[in-house]
């Protein structure tokens, strides 16, 4: 068998000077045993000691085609060159195009090997992973958790899922229920912290602080303003509404103080009045004593208690009490997911880009301790679980540096607390930059496996409402109407000088000075007495038929009605007077009530209907685009069908919305008509010429559609009656 070399450029060259072949070459086969061909390759290569050699070109970045005239998909080369700026920057290496850019073929230096994505394991040491400058992704079906390149834990929710972050116990007692602490943001609408199941009570505190910690309540008022501190509980138990320094158990900076249904609660001849003293401090004193006022009043803290003492001898002392809450958590290691296997050795995450993703694949990634286990969920949530059966707790440990610590606890088949320790100054539960008011809401389970219900809110505006979403006021309370609303205790007694607290109609609370108490006066039939200045005043509701008195003339307003009814009107005189043959003008007006109830006078009222200003008809084409025809946008006429369109409205807009023109004049500085809205109007045709016109309707706008009978005898045009009434209220 003779061995054939094809020379290209030979095969070129008889291509080119038009040489003809008899047969046609449909596979080709370059190198050992040429003719041991594979009938399914196109072009086969075969060496024991050769390889293919592609072109080699230098690229200049992906998303650059050159040296190529154009992207051409299917075109693979190997490159040569460093060059380009992340991340369309390429590196030696095979690239193929896809028709838009070149991407590379990952060679096995540009795999890291992993073994945590298919399989468990257990930690043989303390394990660390240094993220690098890069972030760590967990991603599952419905959100991701993130260790970003700063050390941050956040959690992205996927599509329209909420952010969910869970804390559980073991079920202790076997009763097949374990105590959980939920934390959960939901897209564009609010986030909640709540504990479930056996949970007894939810504790939010600080603990064991250098200094004293006090728990601050922040708010935005929406518009991406940052937020604001609205109330704050001090280290020493004192509660500050707009104030950041609370001197007393509850301390109202500014605003009014409002209790809802108070005045439905009836006190007693034998009650205490609740007082303020000069610096706003509620107590509460005997009625007799009004009438005496003390001079000497000293306020002091002696032995654990605060002491209250006048002349009188009258003193009253207060227990100071204080407590702390043990919330000791202790704090976890990270593993190296990336770059080593993290079971039995530490790592760093390498390479060129900016972040590392695993990705859950609908699996269960767990990281178990000796008393708590840390685990992302399928769907990427991330839950702490207790470990130990009976005791124990799940917790979440934040370190700010400097003996800075902020703990997230559930407690074993008792409460959930969120506590700061160390050389943390402060627990800032706060909304912040939200694009809406954001409030702080409060909410508790009765038990049974009941559902949570609202019981407190701070507004992103900073007013704090107790058994209301909408309070209008810094603190506003809203009793079920039977029960109490608001209980103090322990309230000083107080004296004569002393401000008395009173409540308006709506609850608010507010202080007046006692010599400004006088005797109650019962007003009524359209007489009141100002709350302020305790003056009668003029105005109020009719009981019986008043009548009012003026120049000799009654004027009589109804109160048995619902409507407004006035007799007593004279009734003899007309709009306008006429002297002689000179007409004096119109000196007598129309009552009218314009639409924000404003009683006005008119010299003349809109008619109830008017008919519409005089238009052509067209029968034809020619008649609609004559150049005084009138035609507006809308107006349309078919030669073919003989059907036409007339848009009454826009005609009616256009003849009034124009004056003191050549073809619409007018005297001399006369204003343009009122026109008055489309949709205030209702469409009436009154009267068509049946022999001429044929299926006439007119719709809600003012469009009037119409046909002209082929058989009609017309030269010009034909003319309607139209009507426009003015609609009802």
Do not use: C
């Not at 610096?279 to 209250?308: H, M």
């Not at 912040?432 to 702080?440: C, F, N, Q, R, Y």
């Not at 019986?544 to 109804?558: E, H, K, S, V």
């Not at 005609?651 to 008055?676: C, H, I, K, M, N």
């Amino acid at each position: 068998m003779n061995k054939k070399i094809i020379n290209i450029a030979t095969l070129a060259a008889l291509i080119l000077t038009g040489a003809s072949a008899t047969a046609q070459v449909t596979h080709q086969k370059v190198g050992d045993n040429p003719m041991t061909i594979n009938p399914n390759a196109l072009l086969e290569l075969e060496s024991t000691n050769k390889g293919l050699l592609l072109p080699r070109v230098t690229l200049s970045a992906t998303d650059n085609f050159a040296p190529l005239t154009a992207h051409v998909e299917g075109i693979t080369v190997y490159n040569t060159a460093t060059a380009g700026t992340a991340p369309n920057n390429v590196t030696p290496g095979y690239y193929y195009n896809d028709g838009a850019k070149w991407v590379r073929i990952a060679a096995n230096t540009d795999i890291n090997p992993v073994n945590i994505y298919n399989t468990n394991g257990t930690l043989t040491s303390a394990r660390t992973l240094t993220l690098g400058g890069f972030p760590l992704n967990f991603t599952g079906t419905e959100q991701t958790v993130t260790l970003n390149s700063a050390g941050w834990l956040g959690i992205d929710a996927q599509g329209a899922n909420s952010s969910f972050m869970r804390m559980t116990t073991t079920d202790g007692n076997a009763n097949g229920t374990k105590s959980s602490f939920d934390m959960q943001l939901y897209p564009d609408n609010m986030m909640q912290m709540f504990a479930t199941d056996e949970v007894s009570k939810i504790s939010f505190g600080t603990h064991e602080t250098l200094n004293s910690a006090p728990i601050e309540f922040v708010t935005s008022p929406g518009g991406s303003a940052s937020g604001e501190q609205r109330m704050i509980i001090t280290g020493e138990g004192n509660i500050g509404i707009s104030t950041p320094s609370p001197t007393e158990k509850l301390d109202v900076a500014d605003g009014n103080l409002r209790i809802r249904d108070i005045n439905a609660n009836t006190g007693g001849a034998t009650d205490n009045i609740v007082v303020a003293d000069a610096t706003g401090v509620l107590k509460t004193i005997d009625v007799a004593s009004i009438s005496t006022p003390e001079t000497n009043t000293t306020l002091s803290i002696a032995a654990g208690q605060l002491v209250y003492a006048n002349e009188d001898a009258d003193n009253a002392n207060v227990n100071l009490i204080s407590a702390d809450i043990d919330n000791a958590i202790t704090t976890g290691t990270d593993g190296s997911l990336f770059g080593k296997n993290i079971y039995n050795a530490n790592g760093s995450i390498t390479g060129s880009e900016t972040r590392r993703t695993l990705t859950l694949n609908g699996k269960e990634l767990t990281f178990n301790g000796t008393q708590q286990r840390t685990y992302w969920s399928a769907n990427g949530s991330m839950n702490q679980s207790n470990q130990q059966s009976g005791t124990g707790h799940a917790s979440i440990s934040l370190y700010g540096g400097n003996d800075s610590n902020l703990f997230i606890q559930q407690f074993y088949n008792s409460n959930a607390q969120i506590s700061i320790g160390g050389n943390s100054t402060s627990l800032d539960l706060s909304t912040h930059k939200t694009v809406a008011s954001a409030p702080i809401t409060f909410s508790t389970s009765i038990g049974s496996n009941a559902d949570a219900i609202e019981k407190m809110r701070i507004t992103g505006e900073g007013n704090i409402g107790i058994n209301t979403i909408t309070p209008a006021n810094k603190l506003h309370i809203v009793g079920d109407g039977t029960a109490n609303p608001v209980r103090i205790e322990g309230l000083q007694t107080g004296v004569a000088t002393d401000n008395i607290v009173v409540a308006d109609a709506t609850g608010a609370l507010k202080t007046v000075a006692a010599t400004d108490i006088a005797p109650v006066v019962t007003t009524n039939n359209g007489i009141t007495k100002n709350v302020t200045t305790s003056e009668i005043e003029l105005g109020g509701t009719l009981t019986r038929p008043t009548t009012i008195t003026q120049g000799g003339n009654d004027l009589t307003i109804a109160a048995e009605s619902s409507n407004f009814i006035v007799s007593g009107l004279d009734k003899t005189t007309v709009q306008a007077t006429v002297n002689g043959a000179t007409t004096t003008g119109i000196t007598d007006h129309l009552l009218a009530v314009g639409a924000d109830n404003t009683v006005k006078a008119l010299k003349a009222a809109m008619p109830k209907f008017f008919y519409m200003p005089s238009i052509i008809v067209p029968t034809s084409q020619a008649q609609l685009d004559a150049p005084s025809s009138g035609k507006v946008a809308g107006d349309v006429f078919d030669d073919v069908t003989l059907q036409g369109t007339i848009n009454l409205y826009g005609r009616y807009q256009s003849q009034f919305g124009t004056t003191g023109t050549a073809t619409q004049p007018s005297s001399p500085g006369a204003p343009v008509l009122p026109v008055l809205p489309a949709s205030e109007l209702n469409y009436y045709v009154t009267w068509y010429d049946t022999s001429v016109f044929t299926l006439v309707a007119v719709n809600a706008t003012g469009e009037l559609t119409y046909t002209v009978d082929p058989n009609a005898d017309i030269t010009v045009g034909s003319f309607m009656n139209i009507v426009f009434s003015v609609k009802e209220d």
